[in-house]
């Protein structure tokens, strides 16, 4: 049965989810169509609730998020009425404002999903990546500041639909790697080293399922793991048509290399509750349900 809490969050709710040294946050999106952020710190859980929406979106809305630093200045993405995406700042201070991008009108297909990364060292460090009304892939890019968004590069198509992740990774070139899924339903990887020439990347994951959501993670200077739902080496039910999210913090272990991750999505714990799995050279499951659903 279903916990009260839990119903407020949206059955195949987008998820989105980001850290830094000490903290994670995690947005979903409600019923009515609020976007909210749950918070874990010093141990503990919080948020989730109707005091904590960020903004509103339609419903069915992708969410992405990124931190400009590892401070708490946080861009937040989102899919309003008209299919047009819109940005939220959240300020060092905690305040939450309107971004940028709003001023540029930027419209996507109707079945869009959005990604978003921090490239370190590059003139425009914010990048995102959405599907235009051609089903073409199309990249913008931002300084943070009052100068707005551009156009940079697009990647031309990509199957209608499809999910989008993106990772930086550092090791002698900063690289920038976005994951979609093609025509064939193969996913797939672009990269650049120089944020603006692309290329094909290694990965080809023949086999998933049409329109699988993606997210991608880095773990350490040049590792990259990518999940999506189907199946792999971390093997856990969800909902049909669940959306996942993933972060890390790196290794914290001396004896062994292993990233430290935790992962989100809609196992169906209370139905629609978002629960934590964790990995720390092995793993478990971590928080059954995120706030609101304890």
């Known amino acids: 049965m279903s916990h009260v809490g839990a119903q407020q969050v949206r059955f195949r709710s987008a998820i989105t989810a980001l850290n830094n040294e000490d903290n994670v946050r995690v947005y979903s ?23 904590s929406i960020v ?3 339609i419903l069915g ?7 400009q630093d590892q401070h708490q200045a946080i861009h937040l993405f989102y899919i309003t009425e008209g299919n047009l995406v819109r940005q939220m700042h959240r300020d060092p201070r905690g305040r939450w404002q309107d971004g940028n991008l709003n001023q540029t ?9 959005i990604a978003a ?5 590059a003139n425009q460090p914010l990048r995102l990546y959405v599907q235009l009304p051609d089903n073409t892939i199309q990249e913008y890019g931002s300084d943070g500041s009052d100068h707005g968004w551009s156009q940079i590069k697009n990647l031309g198509p990509a199957l209608p639909g499809t999910g989008l992740a993106c990772a930086v990774t550092q090791g002698h070139n900063t690289s920038v790697r976005l994951f979609l899924q093609d025509d064939n339903f193969a996913i797939t990887e672009r990269q650049s080293q120089d944020g603006q020439n692309w290329r094909n990347g290694d990965l080809s994951i023949t086999k998933a399922n049409p329109r699988t959501d993606l997210t991608a993670l880095r773990c ?6 990518v999940y999506y739902v ?6 856990q039910p969800c909902v049909p048509g669940s959306q996942v999210a993933a972060v890390s913090w790196g290794s914290r272990r001396e004896s062994h ?12 714990h209370q139905v629609t509750a978002i629960t934590e799995w964790k990995y720390d050279g092995k793993w478990e499951r971590g928080h059954q349900g995120l706030p609101p659903a304890q």
């Open 29 to 51: 999106q409600d019923t009515s169509g609020g976007i909210r952020e749950a918070r874990y710190e010093k141990g503990k859980w919080t948020g989730g609730d109707e005091g």
């Open 55 to 57: 903004t509103r979106g």
């Open 61 to 67: 809305t992708p969410i992405a998020a990124v931190r």
């Open 105 to 113: 009108n930027v419209r996507v297909a109707p079945y869009s999903m």
């Open 117 to 121: 990364c921090h490239v370190e060292g």
């Open 220 to 225: 350490g200077d040049n590792e990259v793991r």
């Open 230 to 235: 189907d199946q792999g080496h971390f093997d």
């Open 257 to 268: 290399n292993d990233c430290n991750i935790r992962i989100y999505f809609q196992n169906g």
